[in-house]
């Protein structure tokens, strides 16, 4: 065997003979500044950087904020008899690095109803909300925080229907240690006109096509009609027993301001016709100012039909 052999034959042997007494377990474990379970039992991996084969139960029932400083934590690994037993050289060299790991266990189960209960009483203390006119639906059962102070926090002056989250802190000896955002549906009363029938499109709303009502909706952004919309007109159609928006109606004439008209003179069988523009909205019976186009004269005249209007004898 030359001597490149023999040096690549002993450089592999070295490569792959197996290793006696290393450690798996690092020498150093690390905090982490905030942990969030969903379970009491806690072990030494769920909040450092553990890897160790042997991961001990620190907690088997945490059912509140934990804080937990470097050397809290050495002690608790020194009583802790199974890893001391079997990694008794590598627990002693253990280094525990980080300033502190706060341990919050999400185990609390709150329904509904309880946290509907919560946000109205903070509500009423809070922003003094008369509560006969708003109501507050929660989107579903939550876990919260076991143990610990748990409040919502103080939000704005203003409440109004649709959907919102509203923060929930956690503090533990008055440092807020967690904030989580719990979704509600809120619905707000309103007044608005709801039609009694449907009502087709282009038709004039009559007394009897709709009535004034009070109601809760969550809808925010809509504009309902809370003037009396008899004698404006349906600009599609209008289904019954809904609230009646405005975008839906408006105040429609015969004749439109500024719309080219036909004025109308008559004289025994003799019949005038020239173009005039409205200078005013109205309906039949209804006298309004026109501006003769071509003499740029003004004029007054009678709404007869759409885009007629009737000038009377002797005004010509």
């Known amino acids: 065997m030359d001597i490149r052999s023999l040096v690549l034959f002993v450089v592999f042997s070295f490569v792959t003979l197996p290793s006696f007494g290393s450690e798996p377990v690092p020498t150093k474990i690390y905090l982490k500044p905030r942990t969030i379970l969903n379970s009491e039992l806690v072990k030494l991996s769920d909040f450092t950087n553990w890897k160790g084969e042997v991961d001990p139960i620190l907690f088997p029932n945490l059912n509140s904020p934990k804080l937990l400083k470097p050397e809290e934590l050495k002690v608790l690994l020194e009583k802790n008899t199974k890893l001391t037993n079997e990694n008794c050289s590598v627990c002693a060299k253990l280094e525990i690095l980080g300033k502190e790991a706060i341990i919050l266990p999400k185990t609390k189960n709150v329904s509904k109803e309880e946290l509907e209960k919560s946000l109205k009483e903070f509500l009423v203390s809070d922003l003094e909300i008369d509560l006969n006119q708003f109501r507050f639906y929660a989107d579903q059962a939550t876990k919260l ?94 289904p019954s027993g809904l609230p009646i928006e405005r975008k839906q109606i408006r105040l429609l004439h015969t004749v439109e301001r500024g719309s080219e008209v036909s004025l109308v003179y008559t004289t025994g069988n003799i019949m005038l016709k020239i173009k005039a523009r409205a200078l005013a909205s109205g309906n039949p019976g209804d006298r309004i100012p026109l501006l003769n186009t071509i003499s740029q004269k003004r004029i007054e005249a009678v709404v007869q039909t759409d885009g007629v209007c009737l000038l009377e004898e002797g005004r010509l």
């Open 145 to 238: 925080v076991s143990g610990g102070d748990t409040r919502f926090r103080k939000t704005g002056k203003t409440l109004h229907g649709g959907r919102r989250l509203f923060p929930l802190d956690t503090y533990l000896d008055g440092k807020l240690v967690h904030s989580e955002s719990i979704p509600f549906i809120i619905e707000e009363k309103k007044r608005a006109y709801f039609t009694t029938k449907e009502i087709p499109a282009k038709q004039i709303i009559l007394q009897e096509d709709v009535e004034l009502r009070e109601f809760f909706s969550s809808e925010y952004g809509r504009e309902f009609v809370l003037e009396n919309p008899i004698g404006k007109t349906a600009l599609s159609a209008l």
